[in-house]
DNA sequence: CAGTTATATAACCAATATGGTATATTATCT
DNA sequence: AGATAATATACCATATTGGTTATATAACTG
């Protein structure tokens, strides 16, 4: 079975959040937008369910496929406590960064 | 090539990197810890090496892994606009579904 | 009912990942 | 130099994945 970081291990996979995202679609529509096969999108709809990333409501032959934002949330939280440690070193450059800035504005003087 | 994603996407390295995030380790250190083979261990860390999750220092024979989180700000990133979505959903008709599904689960992962 | 639309599934293939065992590499120590 | 320690790599078998084409299912339409 799969787990939520291997169903967002495949960008195509996240291309499809990012469109469910916006609103629900039909998977005739993804096909068009992705250009990619539908049993091929259907196969990734599939993984995307499993793990509960999305969920559909048929209607007719259509299924409307939308976003279930809920389990990144488990993502999210392993994330947390790696969070400042980025910011961190993005805050080290930064004064790095002055720092030589202001060298060089000195040098700039003479 | 692998992505970030993808080397998230295996368990393992994801708890070599919850180590690293305490303090830099040697390889021999990470067998010990989740017991896995050595030869497997440096396997993992080359893949984490790739995306650039971790870098090295070398000490005589010994080679400090030291976690760098920096490739993580992309996958923050992406996540960024789904953050507000798993907390929006709560007063929406299919909570109630949701929920009991969410809790099936977490049951089935313990 | 026959035909059409929308989607899912099956069967298959190529490429890649995973995990194991054996071996190579590199540095240190005696 | 020979032995040892720490780590990396090679090689092999197996499983998984992403993709394709063909087919099944299910609902609607005329």
Redesign the pocket.
Known sequence: M?TTY?AL??P??RRILDLLRERPH????L?EQLK????????????L?EVDLVH?R????????MLNAEPLAEIDAWMEPYRHLWSERYDRLDTLLNTLQQEEKQDDQT
Chains 1, 2 share one sequence.
Do not use: C, F, N
Not at 26 to 29: A, K
Not at 38 to 44: F, N, R, T, V
Not at 58 to 65: F, N, P, T
């Open positions: 799969m291997e291990a495949d195509t996979r039909l998977v005739g529509e096909v990619i096969s539908q049993p091929l999108i259907s196969k990734h709809l599939r993984v369910r559909v048929q209607d007719a032959q259509r299924r409307w496929y």
